[in-house]
């Protein structure tokens, strides 16, 4: 069964300080993998996308990070900011081949920055 | 990047009334649009697919005579909640690619809050 997992389900940090959150997938075949930031009440938005041969790639405060092998990814957020504070969602993109979407979409992790 | 746009952003309706949410693209063409609804603290899940000019695919569980998908053109596409009862009332987020191929970025509409009262 094709499943995204993310850890933690929530999390508090303070202004300033930098976070990683993790994402495990078992999603087969593999064409890439998508994080994105959902504000509350808010559609997503993408912060980065990795295919297969893409270990690293970086959007300002954002770095994530994709193995392949382990079928693991990693969101680190540096230097957080108030307007960090969203649920960050890992997408699973599988090359489905026909009409039908083939996005497997995590629950999120819903982040919280404090002052 | 692209804008997907949607609206209304919430609506309020009455039990067996029917609601139409539309979703345009507005700087590009969408040949594939996408519904999703997402309960609170829950994942996005896919309900139709929507393809210019052709019927909708949906998903297994979504009764394609409740949500009726219409995709005219390739830029809009609208799905509307026929005879809505309070367990519709959910976030319902449209999103659109730019092309067929599958991994080329799906932008996403800001969503619509709907609550059926």
């Known amino acids: 069964k094709n499943q995204v997992e993310q850890s933690p389900q929530s999390l508090i940090i303070l202004e300033g300080k930098n976070c990683t959150l993790q994402c495990n997938y078992t999603v087969s075949p593999f064409s890439n993998l998508r994080w994105y930031k959902q504000d509350t009440g808010r559609g997503p938005v993408s912060l980065t996308i990795m295919t297969f041969s893409e270990n690293t790639k970086s959007n300002g405060r954002y770095t994530a990070t994709l193995d392949a092998d382990t079928k693991q990814s990693s969101l680190h957020i540096t230097a957080s900011q108030l307007s960090d504070s969203a649920s960050y969602i890992c997408v699973v993109d599988r090359y489905s081949g026909g009409g039908a979407d083939g996005l497997t979409f995590g629950k999120g992790t819903h982040l919280i920055i404090q002052p | 990047g692209a804008v997907v746009s949607q609206h209304p952003s919430w609506v309020i309706c009455k039990s067996g009334t029917s609601v139409k949410i539309e979703c345009r693209s507005l700087?590009?063409?969408?040949?594939?649009m996408f519904w999703y609804r997402q309960f609170p603290k829950q994942s996005l899940m896919l309900m139709a697919t929507s393809n210019e000019g052709s019927k909708a695919t949906y998903e297994q569980g979504v009764e394609k005579d409740k949500f009726l998908i219409n995709h005219a053109s390739l830029t809009l596409s609208t799905l509307t909640v026929t005879s809505a009862h309070p367990e519709d009332s959910s976030f319902y987020i449209c999103?659109?690619?730019?092309?067929?191929?599958?991994?080329?970025?799906?932008?996403f509409g800001q969503g619509t809050r709907l609550t059926v009262v």
């Open positions: 999103s659109a690619r730019t092309t067929a191929m599958w991994n080329t970025e799906a932008f």
């Open positions: 700087d590009f063409q969408a040949t594939t």
